[in-house]
């Protein structure tokens, strides 16, 4: 890890503290001392001078490193005198600064491998950041001599590279040790500085499944699109949310779980840390790719969830699918949507011949009712992803 910085006279520009964990917890530049406060995931709280606190940080919890706000002593009289909000693009590269009341005071541009410019609001480059702004690139803190730091490692924007080789060796599944996120910046993340390959590839397999799984299951049913198209949908967003999950976090999870704080971790344990990390992100992608596919669609508001939740138009109808004789009619077994071959393998009851490809229905969501009732067996109430026609 670095711990000094000296410029090209061999003088030390800045000396680095570090605890056990390898967290910068101090900087001294000449008599100066900071101290730097961290929280549980590796985030810096808080900044101190001596007792005067020099600024303070609010991160969201939707990414970590993704900054809310900061708050700050910019004339060292012991009061926080500047608030000013973060934005961010769909890579956590901050891209401007606003103040409380929304107006832009510096904007920032960067090359794909994190180089930033500095600029001012109208968009003219600055030579540094004029509100001593150090979260940059994908929100990595920029330290001395333009590195960012992540954690476990120090990236070079300039090289496009880690400074220092990954901790798991040949174990992390890339044979180059230094390169940063597979050499595509643009669209991956590595917050720890352990992107695990492995754990990536058991998150997007078990996030993948899962999302399908649970797409098919919601996506007739309540949202009124299909089993099929639900699969697909949950699948897709499981598949990417298993991935990154895995890629992301699973060495430091590990590492939370095990206390094996080196790391050393074989291919096979990281694929079976994505694989826990990514059957919870399925769940979540199996729910939002068909609510998200229904809502934009129109299906949702067509669906018998919308009609008993009062939601559906007056004299809403939807499409359902029956395997068959044509007709169908009070008590028939119907797929919602309209017929596809994951329907007609979940309908459970196959047909071969004539009717083996379905015929779909156009009928009111009110007459579309789950199989559950005393009407109907106990044991046919396993059939969750079909309905029954009143």
């Known amino acids: 890890m670095m711990v000094q910085v000296k410029n090209a006279s061999n ?3 800045v000396t680095m503290g570090r605890d056990a964990l390898h967290r910068h917890v101090s900087d001294t530049e000449g008599t100066s001392l900071k101290d ?10 808080e900044v101190k001078v001596g007792s005067n606190t020099v600024s303070r940080n609010v991160w969201s919890q939707a990414y970590v490193d993704g900054m809310i706000l900061r708050d700050r002593d910019t004339d060292s009289n012991g009061t926080m005198d500047e608030r ?3 934005l961010q693009d769909a890579n956590w590269n901050t891209t401007g600064l606003v103040n409380p009341s929304g107006t832009v005071v510096e904007r920032d541009t960067y ?3 994190g180089v930033v410019t500095f600029r001012d609001a109208s968009g003219s480059a600055l030579s540094a950041s004029t509100k001593d702004w ?3 690139h994908q929100g990595g803190e920029k330290i001395a001599a333009g590195n960012y730091e992540f954690r476990n490692r120090i990236y070079s924007p300039t090289l ?6 990954d901790p798991l060796g040949f174990d992390s599944g890339d044979l180059g040790w230094y390169r940063g996120i597979e050499n595509n910046p643009i669209i991956m993340l590595d917050p720890s500085g352990l992107w695990s ?6 998150g997007m397999v078990t996030g993948g499944g899962v999302g399908a799984g649970v797409g098919a299951t919601v996506g007739a049913p309540i949202f ?7 699969a697909i949908g949950g699948g897709i967003i499981g598949g990417i949310g298993g991935f990154v999950a895995g890629g992301v976090f699973t060495e430091p999870a590990y590492s939370a779980i095990s206390g094996n704080l080196d790391l050393q971790i074989s291919v096979a344990e990281e694929v079976g840390m994505g694989i826990l990390l990514g059957a919870p992100f399925g769940v979540v992608g199996g729910i939002s790719g068909p609510a998200g596919f229904a809502l934009t669609n129109g299906s949702f508001w067509t669906s018998s969830s919308a009609y008993y939740l009062g939601l559906s138009v007056p004299g809403a109808t939807m499409t359902v699918s029956h395997w068959g004789k044509p007709g169908i009619y009070p008590g028939s077994w119907v797929m919602v949507g309209k017929p596809d071959w994951l329907s007609w393998i979940l309908a459970g009851g196959w047909v071969v011949g004539p009717y083996s490809s379905g015929l779909p229905y156009s009928v009111p969501v009110q007459s579309v009712v789950l199989p559950i009732g005393s009407k109907i067996p106990w044991y046919e109430w396993t059939k969750i992803w079909q309905r029954t026609i009143k």
């Open 224 to 230: 009124g699109i299909g089993a099929l198209p639900g």
């Open 134 to 136: 150090v979260f940059l």
């Open 11 to 13: 003088v030390v520009i």
């Open 36 to 45: 730097r406060f961290f929280g549980l995931k590796w985030q810096i709280l």
């Open 111 to 113: 090359t794909p491998f």
């Open 160 to 165: 496009g590279r880690w400074l220092s080789n």
């Open 197 to 202: 390959f492995g754990g990536a590839f058991g």
């Open 84 to 86: 000013l909000y973060s």
